[in-house]
């Protein structure tokens, strides 16, 4: 029997994006699969987009929330799937067919990730992210920054905790490690899963997002060694924007 899968988009006054984010979940060959988007009350057009669909999704609450991550709470809450993914708007389920060809990458994971590939505002490809996705992946895995995005990881719903409110820009981390701490069997699908649109709130807000990471990576790794691991990380980023840099020369 195909496992349920809770897909969940978070949206706010965002209806250049809400409709391409919706058909790259509704467009699936995968058939079990539950549709809850959470709007926050948009003003701008957005709710009469996801109004077309409306009969196609299992859930849509449409209100005023506190942040991106109490919406993301409000989803979970209405999710009965036995694995959740979050596919916020303005980002994209990778292929019609990645999340059959996930499901049958392997039996009954406790976690299945990917891949992920980079887009503007114009929807103009900029390759993969700068962290790859880990051959292997644990939830010290973070250790030298964040290499697998909310939207190319699914997780048992059984596994799923509440984000944690205290964090605005990067409680996406905390909640995947806390999920990937508790997991006995996280597959690597090996393949890409997702397309994410650059440019979110913790780009916007980013030595905020910064700041909260580092707490998170001391919270989970120690303080001592979370420095120590950022040497490393300022390291890799100074070697990829030094061969980026050759690259485009």
Known sequence: MQPKLSVITIVYNNVKDIERTMLSVLNQTYRNIEYIIIDGG??????????????RLARFLSEPDNGIYDAMNKGLTLATGD???FMNSGDEIYAPETV??????????DIYYGE?????????SLGQRRHCAPEIFNWKSFRYGMSISHQAIYVKRSLAQPF????????????????????SSIV????YVAKYLV?????????ASLRERFRIFSKYYGLI???INHVFIAGNLAMYFVRHRRTND
Do not use: C
């Open 100 to 109: 059959t060809e996930v499901f049958e990458s392997a039996a009954a994971a």
């Open 42 to 55: 948009s003003k701008d057009g957005t709710v009469e987009v996801i109004g077309k669909y409306r009969p």
């Open 116 to 124: 992920t590939e980079m887009y503007n505002e114009q929807w103009e």
């Open 164 to 183: 944690d409110l205290r964090y605005k820009y990067s409680s996406d981390i905390d909640w995947i490690i806390r999920a990937a701490k508790n997991a």
């Open 225 to 227: 060694p979370n420095l």
């Open 83 to 85: 694995y959740v993914l």
């Open 199 to 207: 440019g979110g709130i913790s780009k916007k807000k980013h030595f």
């Open 188 to 191: 690597n699908t090996h393949m």
